[in-house]
């Protein structure tokens, strides 16, 4: 017996241990089932110390370094590249002495000797012969790669007075070696000329490049990640020089930017910056525009869509140098061609460093009809919006360019942005879509957007997507909320919470705290995720003036510097005075979703113990709980005497009264109850006799595993209607199952959970008591035999039809034997 | 940096697609699609022990593109025989099954325009739910180098919240998850 005992007990053992890991876990407990959803998040944040403070502000030591560039550089046309030369000014703010620096070459990246060109995966999923494939799209940039040597050629490093200095390339970082140490607070010159090929963007794909319209032989350049950058030196992680690998983006020091741009003599440059010499590259007529434009109340013309259309036919091969200066900037992107149609549109705003801003877009004729109706209006949206959230628009200018037709890509004062119209194939007229509309405000927004978080608010973003990605893209949504109502902001759907929790329920996710290029569903990890956090934060679990005052203190607190995780968690919680926690835990740290439920709902009202009106009303009660028989009815219909009826003295006490008469033993008893109270109960009975409320045992569900606040809409017997919110920390003891009493002065007819969607509730079905009916859509399309039928004839006249696909992949056939080498 | 559109912030794209190159992919096109399982009959399949549901969501926009692959040209996409081509369509890409040489026979029920989206409707009638799915998600994978599919499967078992994901990027076949 025993031994059988012991088997039975190992092998469930066994079983537990394959379902969940047995490792100890302060949150998940190894015996017993508590769970620490509350549990403080300061042991797993890194120690505060002189530079970060437990408060999430900057310290008292904290440092940055600082780079400062003067570059001249020249665009050749015919050859499709850049020639550069930087000197680079480098100072060491920080406590240590520095022998080498490191460089950031990211057009290495297109090396084909590069990490990244060596491990792209080939497209067969799963392995095997079957799923061997190769698309048309693949094998052309295969070729674009090979015909043509792209990554920087670097073609001089030398001090300031013009010494060689000793360097190495290693991917797309390079060292170089300082000619002495460079002591803190010490600065050090650097010169760099390079050369490098500019690659067909729309052919190989990257965040810049020249975009070939192919119809009129026209070329648009858009440069970014262009010139040696310094890597970023912090106290968190030293120098960050992980090699780039395309999706963990950039972290950058900040410093001034004087850049001389040399383009043919027929291009409009957009630039990061001010430019500085516009009367040698603007026309007289172009310089009076802009002027006007600086109060214009629409955007205007600086260039003409006509005046555009002649430029490009235009092939110059004089040129022009552009000069721009640029203050304070972690970066610098410019784009140039003989296509842009450019508008601009003043923007003043409450603040004495930057009291004017120019809003300007550039597009090519391809973009228009939408480009000069949204684009330079969703540029100033964005700056009005995102000032009153965090602070006030920090350049003097800000400006849209269209490089490309979907997604975009953000530099200080310039973002590259998508979206374009097409040619109806019917009337040849251009129109653009209801997508192809909001994609382009919603990408101009988000990209613009991204001066503030990171191009000013410094976040790591090689290390940390959601802190740039995440944090903007809940402001993009709450400036789409602003610019008009129902904005289809995520996959067509305005409400960012019945957007992400089909992304959420999945198992196949990482959570939000993961290396950029480890995360696993970049767009909705990054990106929708934490946007949806915030907003339940500022909308439902700390209110607006709460939430509102936090975010606009980490924003100033980290403004032109650089924030890391820990300090965002801090400062949210510093400001506000609400413990966090357990939200940044379950949002930010784990991969649970919600989905609560309401389990049961439990109606008393308080017995006031007095026979004399207890019993009568238990009896009503009964009565309308177990109905007279329908027999009884039918036989006094038929006419049909009972025996008692006929024989009266049949009759005795029973017949008079039931179990609900009060008696002389129930009245004694009730008096030796009253005499058995304290006087405050007695009291406490009194008022609530008199108050006669109603008493609620609600027991609510946590499935999904986020403890989350319970947003409730009540609504009585009379139809009135109540919301209350009730804390997270309903769930601290127990967090998977709570009850909730609830006092009511009348009766409850139904209670809803998250009646407004404030939360992901990946299951709303359970989410109202009583329980609605709460049919599946494909449910609803069985329910309808009509509309099924007309389909199914539908679909079988057309599978009687039956075309033929066609294939769209490269022919591949197996290779003949000579091909292989001989041995 | 902004993933090519709205849709790209809502499915899970698995890596980035090698063929896209290194960098961002732009023009993302995605196609949602969950299977759930189902115990007892329906008004479709009345004798069915369970089955699986099958809903495709596609975004308007793709729809018209899967619509003009599918020999529909422009019609507008409340047409029945647009739905009906679309449902075609779909049926002729996807697929689940016990393994990839052994499918399932899924049935199509049609398809729906609502809210700007195009719903596909499919069902497999089977006597118990299986413990490892096999699953192929080639919809509109012809169309853009960039396409990426989510397919979400509602474990038979136990809690219905515990949904295993899968994404298709082009060039992707048959994958097996397990239910288990
Ligand atoms: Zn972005």
Known sequence: ?823 | MRLCNRRALLVGALGVAALAGPALAHRQRAVLTTIAWRKGPTPTAPQALGRFDVVHRLHGHDAEVALRLAGGGNQPLDALEAQARLALYVEGRFGIGRSPTAPYPLATLGAETAAREVFVYQEAVLADPPTLLAVRNVIMTEAFADQINQVNIERPQGDAALTRSLQFKPGEEWKTVSLS
């Open chain 1, 1 to 823: 017996m025993i031994h059988i005992a012991w088997r039975a007990a190992l092998s469930a053992l066994a079983i537990f241990a394959t379902v969940a890991p047995a490792y100890a876990d302060a949150v998940e407990q190894t015996k017993g089932n508590f769970k620490d959803k509350f549990r403080q998040l300061e042991v797993d944040l890194p120690s505060p110390n002189v530079y970060r403070t437990a408060s999430g502000e900057p310290g008292a030591q904290y440092w940055q370094q600082r780079a400062d560039y003067t570059i001249k550089v020249r665009l050749d046309e015919a050859q499709k590249r850049i020639i550069g030369e930087e000197v680079m000014t480098y100072t060491n703010n920080s406590p240590d002495t520095l022998r080498y620096i490191w460089v950031q070459l990211d057009q290495n990246i297109f090396d084909n000797r590069s990490i990244a060109r060596r491990t792209e995966l080939a497209a067969n999923q799963p392995p095997g012969r079957a799923a061997d494939r190769l698309t048309f799209g693949g094998l052309a940039r295969e070729y674009a790669l090979r015909d043509v040597d792209y990554g920087f050629d670097i073609t001089k490093v030398t001090d300031a007075r013009g010494k060689a200095l000793a360097h190495i390339v290693v991917d797309t970082m390079m060292r170089i070696d300082l000619p002495a140490l460079l002591a803190p607070k010490a600065k050090t010159a650097i010169t760099i000329g390079w050369g490098s090929n500019i690659i067909e963007e729309d052919r190989i794909g990257g965040r810049s490049g020249y975009e070939r319209f192919r119809d009129s032989d026209t070329y648009l350049y858009f440069l970014a990640q262009w010139h040696p950058r310094v890597a970023a030196y912090t106290d968190y992680t030293g120098w960050q020089h992980k090699a780039f690998l395309g999706r963990g983006e950039f972290t950058l020091e900040f410093g001034d930017y004087d850049v001389a741009i040399t383009v043919p003599a027929d291009h409009i440059v957009s630039s990061t910056g001010e430019l500085q010499n516009p009367q040698d590259v603007l026309s007289a007529e172009q310089r009076t525009r802009l002027a006007q434009a600086r109060d214009a109340k629409t955007p205007m013309f600086i260039v003409t869509p006509e005046e555009a259309l002649a430029n490009e036919k235009d092939k110059s091969t004089d040129e022009k140098t552009w000069r721009f200066v640029a203050k304070n900037v972690r970066d610098f992107a410019w784009a140039s061609s003989n296509k842009f149609i450019w508008d601009a549109m003043g923007y003043r705003q409450d603040d004495p460093q930057t009291p004017f801003v120019m809003a300007m877009s550039f597009y090519p004729h391809e973009a228009e009809p939408l480009w000069s109706k949204y684009s330079t209006h969703a540029v100033v949206h964005t700056m009005e919006v995102y000032s009153k959230y965090s602070f006030a628009y920090p350049y003097p200018t800000a400006q849209s360019v269209n490089t490309w037709d979907g997604g975009g890509m953000e530099y200080p004062m310039i973002t590259f942005n998508g979206s374009r119209p097409v040619i109806d194939k019917k009337t040849g007229e251009r129109t653009y879509t209801q997508n192809a509309k909001y994609g382009l405000i919603g990408v101009v927004i988000h990209e613009i957007g991204h001066i503030y978080f990171p191009m000013t608010v410094n976040s790591d973003e090689r290390q940390w997507t959601w802190m740039d990605e995440g944090l903007n893209t809940f402001l993009e949504y709450v400036a789409e909320q602003e610019w008009e109502e129902g904005f289809p902001a995520f996959g067509n759907r305005p409400n960012i919470m019945d957007a992400i929790g089909e992304y959420m329920r999945g198992e196949d996710q990482t959570p939000i705290m993961t290396q950029s290029d480890s995360i696993i569903g970049f767009g909705p990890n990054g990106y929708t995720k934490p946007a949806a956090g915030l907003t339940v934060l500022r909308e439902t679990i700390m209110g607006r003036e709460l939430f509102d005052f936090a975010f606009r203190e980490y924003s100033r607190r980290w403004k032109f510097k650089r924030p890391t995780p820990a300090d965002f968690f801090r400062t949210m919680e510093d400001a506000s005075g609400i413990d966090l926690d357990w939200f940044w835990r379950g949002w930010f740290y784990t991969t649970d979703h919600v989905d609560l439920a309401i389990s049961d709902v439990r109606e008393y009202k308080i017995a006031t113990k007095d026979p004399d009106q207890d019993k009568p009303a238990e009896r009503t009660l009964d009565a309308a709980k177990f109905p007279p028989q329908v027999a009884e009815a039918r036989n006094r219909a038929e006419g049909i005497q009972t025996r008692v009826e006929r024989f009266p003295e049949l009759k005795d006490f029973y017949n008079e009264n039931d179990r609900f008469t009060v008696t002389n033993k129930d009245r004694n008893s009730y008096q030796s109850t009253l005499e058995g109270l304290d006087e405050w109960e007695k009291e406490t009975l009194d008022r609530a006799i008199k108050e006669g409320q109603f008493v609620y045992f609600v027991e609510f569900e946590n499935k999904g595993g986020l403890v989350m606040p319970l947003p409730l809409t009540v609504t009585y017997a009379d139809g009135a209607q109540a919301k209350e919110t009730i804390p997270a920390e309903i769930w601290r003891i127990a967090s998977d199952r709570v009850t909730k009493m609830m006092f009511s002065d009348k009766p409850i007819a139904s209670i809803a959970l998250d009646a407004d969607h404030e939360m992901p509730d990946i299951n709303r079905a359970d989410n109202h008591f009583p329980r609605r009916i709460d049919s599946a859509r494909i449910d609803l399309f069985r329910q309808r035999p009509e509309i099924r039928n007309l389909m199914a004839d539908a679909m079988t006249k057309l599978r009687s039809e039956e075309k033929k696909e066609e294939g769209k992949d490269v022919p591949l056939a197996p290779a003949p034997p000579t091909a292989t080498p001989q041995q």
